[in-house]
């Protein structure tokens, strides 16, 4: 394995259902459309749900989905993002003509690959965990009881599973294979998606001085996944990373300021903390990188 060829010959495959319908103005179209459907998702699955709920409880739940800090909160969150990639699905075959599958790529083969990645993840996660350096500094801090985090658990696996698969459908299936099927060139359609992916994660109101470096980190990783993507020809290995990369991130050991709800642990600094999150930010560059090799190395692409 190569680390830097690039052996993209399995995105053509990938590419090629996109290419029936390749004009700028529908992806264009396309995007509005996914926001507007995913808007539209939302307010009838959750405005009926909150209807049978009653004010008091809706507006509880609604205020933790602002900042994901309860386990309720963090649900809404996570399973309202699960939207976009049907709202990906409707538009693909709404206005280009063609199975919404086709965002995934085959889907046998995208399984198989998402198995063989999250096995390597797996087995990445734990070395890591048991070897040095052991600790974060200072202590971890206790998010919930152990037990009733176990009890979370699985529900918190899937719906942190629908949030990954989603964001992948829309970013590096939807807008990656359109732009694909437009431009040849891999620095359009690997780093406009990307791109687009950093500013998602750009909150100055919530990460203060560090936002930009948490972008630019959700930019890189974007880059990562499309890589990734046009190397294997389907989806499954990027869902794959990006669910074990979130699971880490919202469900073993979160930042306390948001999306906290259904960690185990919190850190004992938040997202703001520029002194803090300057430490920690190369460190989490780095197992990002980890991670894309490792999932290169288990599929031998």
Known sequence: MKVFSLNYGPHDSFVAPARGAPQLWRLGLGIVLVAGIFLVL????FGTLFGLLGPEITGQITRDGGTGQTAAGMFLVL???????VASGIVCVILHKRGALTLIGPFGLAFR?????????????????LLPPYGFGDPLVHNMSTGRWLLLLPFALIAVLVQSGAEEVFFRGYIQQQLAARFRSPLIWLAMPAILFGLGHYLPESAGSNAGMIALWATVFGVLMADLTARTGTLGPAIALHFF??????????????MSGLALFVLPFGIADEAQMAMWLPVDFALMVVGWLAARLALRV
């Open 42 to 45: 939302s307010q009838i699955i």
């Open 245 to 258: 990369n979130n699971v880490s991130a919202m469900v073993f050991i979160s930042v306390p300021d948001e």
């Open 113 to 129: 690959q998402f198995t063989v990645v999250a096995v390597a993840m797996l087995v990445l996660s734990v070395a890591l965990w």
């Open 79 to 85: 399973l309202q993002l699960g939207l976009l990639g």
